[in-house]
């Protein structure tokens, strides 16, 4: 067997270093502690979110906000360091047969679940297994593998077939595939799991409905000796309180950092971006985070036709849209990918023809060859994500202004991600979708996420997973992305930045892909 403390991952993903999170605003976290003494810490910190999470369960949703706070409970066998290799997490190594097809993972020992129970194979195989079944991504990607036990402290995953990115997988923070106790396995239902229990740092300690979700240091919490590196490495629960409220309402996001009532907020309205620039007290963090990408209906509706699909795009006007939604050209970047742009290996321009085309002329003339005849376009929306909903209004009055009839239907987060799933009550919905390593991770191509099911997808997948070289994986990645624009499954928009802010008194904050608080500390 092949041994492996660490996995190779294909050299361009390297690249996505520079895109990591760059501290501006007021020079970078300032230290409020006079040289010689030593600093007193708080024992809380308060983070203001735009949203409540629909769940915990991260097996059952992409939404950043959910996996932002379940990452403090919950922890995988692997996990991704700052160079987006998979690092060590629950399992302290792994094992590749010679054929590639079983995956050994040796656990560690000793490592207790937030309810005293010791975790063993019993509660790995039990979780994987079923993110193996629930799991959209999972099932997509990993499909007819399975998890079995070898002893109290080895697990095997047996895969159908030799693909390039297992480990990747596994260790991807926005697929969570987490380590639950396994009676908390047995007793979840289609809904998710009924508790909260993991291995993690935190602990759930309240979620109290529309208001907050407090979470408590776990005093037995086994840290893997090291640095931290992103998500792998040191988590010391540095504050032993993490509040994570929700304040839908940004100017009230803004004013209670200004004022100090929040140490951290999530979500920095990019109209608000200069004034906190200025403002006394507050650090800024901003990075290259995803695309704004509209979803259509493919499956049902008035969109099930593809020349109506094309009607839409065609009246698509990518520059207003992202203004309207980002505030200024610097915050965003035009561009028809999916991937990260400063990701070669994968920053392609198929179905450029398709993109920010702001043809009206053509847009009636491919809605005269459907038959268009009024029928209503739903967009659905949330105004919880600012960018979402500016977003949604704009392409509402573009596709107006080209002669369809358009309703908006607005809700908070959680009704947003139950009624996407509903294909007769929505015909387009936009979203911002943070970057993924690989193109088979992403939202656009899972059939979950809004009904997008051909088989052209599932063919370009195997060949981007099972391509012999960079190049051929590239090119399988260009022709399926130039498939996508021609069948109308989706557009992106335009690519964005993320901003947070924080007190110039909280040290020890890491702003990666998602937000890392367990090292965070807030000065007296």
């Known amino acids: 067997m092949k041994k492996y403390s660490k996995i190779r991952i294909i050299t361009v ?11 501006s605003g007021n020079g970078g976290t300032a230290t409020t502690t006079a040289p010689g003494t030593t ?6 910190l308060i983070i203001a979110t735009t949203a409540q999470p629909p769940t915990l369960d991260g097996s059952l949703t992409a939404s950043q906000v959910s996996l932002t706070i379940a990452g403090n409970i919950f922890e995988q066998l692997y996990t991704m360091n700052k160079d987006y290799e998979p690092t060590p997490d629950l399992a302290e190594s792994y094992a590749v047969s010679d054929d590639g097809l079983v995956y050994t993972f040796k656990l560690r020992e000793g490592v207790r679940f937030h309810n005293g129970k010791e975790m063993t194979a019993d509660d790995v195989v039990a979780s994987m297994n079923r993110w193996l079944e629930v799991s959209a991504r999972g099932k997509t990607l990993l499909g007819g593998s399975v998890f079995a036990k070898e002893d109290d402290y080895t697990v095997t995953l047996t895969v159908p077939k030799v693909t390039s990115d297992v480990m990747t997988i596994i260790a991807t923070r926005t697929f969570f595939p987490v380590i639950m106790p396994e009676e908390v396995i047995e007793a979840a239902t289609a809904e998710g799991v009924q508790e909260y229990i993991g291995t993690g740092p935190y602990k759930l300690q309240e979620w109290r409905q529309d208001q907050y979700i407090h979470l408590v240091k776990y005093d037995d919490y086994t840290t893997i000796p090291g640095e931290s590196s992103a998500y792998s490495g040191l988590k010391s629960a540095a504050t032993p309180n993490l509040f994570f409220y929700f304040v839908q309402d940004h100017s009230t996001r803004i004013a209670g950092m200004k004022t100090g009532e929040y140490d951290i907020i999530e979500n920095v309205p990019l109209e608000n971006y200069d004034e906190l620039n200025t403002a006394d007290g507050v650090v ?3 990075k290259p985070s995803g695309s704004l990408n509209a979803f259509f209906n493919t499956q049902q509706g008035v969109l099930a036709d593809v020349k109506m699909r094309q009607a839409v795009m065609a009246a698509l006007s990518m520059d207003e849209i992202m203004l309207a939604s980002y505030a200024d050209t610097a915050h965003y970047t035009l561009d028809p990918g999916y991937m990260n742009l400063n990701q070669s290996q994968w920053a392609v321009k198929t179905g450029s ?3 920010n085309q702001k043809n009206v002329d053509k847009a009636k003339q491919l ?3 459907a038959g268009y005849n009024g029928e209503t376009i739903n967009l659905l929306t949330t105004p919880d994500y600012q960018e979402m909903y500016t977003a949604t209004l704009v392409v509402q009055e573009q596709l107006r202004q080209a002669g369809f009839t358009v309703e908006v239907i607005s809700q908070d987060f959680p009704s947003f991600m139950s009624t996407k799933g509903d294909f007769g009550r929505w015909n387009i919905f936009i979203t911002s979708n943070g970057y993924n390593i690989i193109p088979p991770m992403i939202l656009a191509v899972n059939s979950s996420w809004a009904g997008f099911d051909a088989p052209e997808v599932a063919a370009g997948l195997t060949a981007i997973r099972e391509a012999g070289s960079d190049e051929e994986a590239q090119q399988a990645w260009a022709d399926l992305q130039q498939f996508m624009y021609e069948y109308g499954s989706s557009t992106a928009i335009g690519h964005y930045n993320t901003s947070m802010a924080t007190r110039d008194n909280v040290d020890g904050f890491v702003f990666f892909d998602l937000p890392i608080y367990w090292n965070a500390v807030v000065t007296k």
């Open 13 to 23: 993903i390297l690249i996505l270093l520079l895109t990591l999170g760059a501290c």
């Open 284 to 286: 800024l963090f901003s």
């Open 39 to 44: 600093p007193e810490y708080k024992d809380t």
């Open 353 to 355: 023809e398709f993109y």
């Open 367 to 369: 809605m005269e060859e």
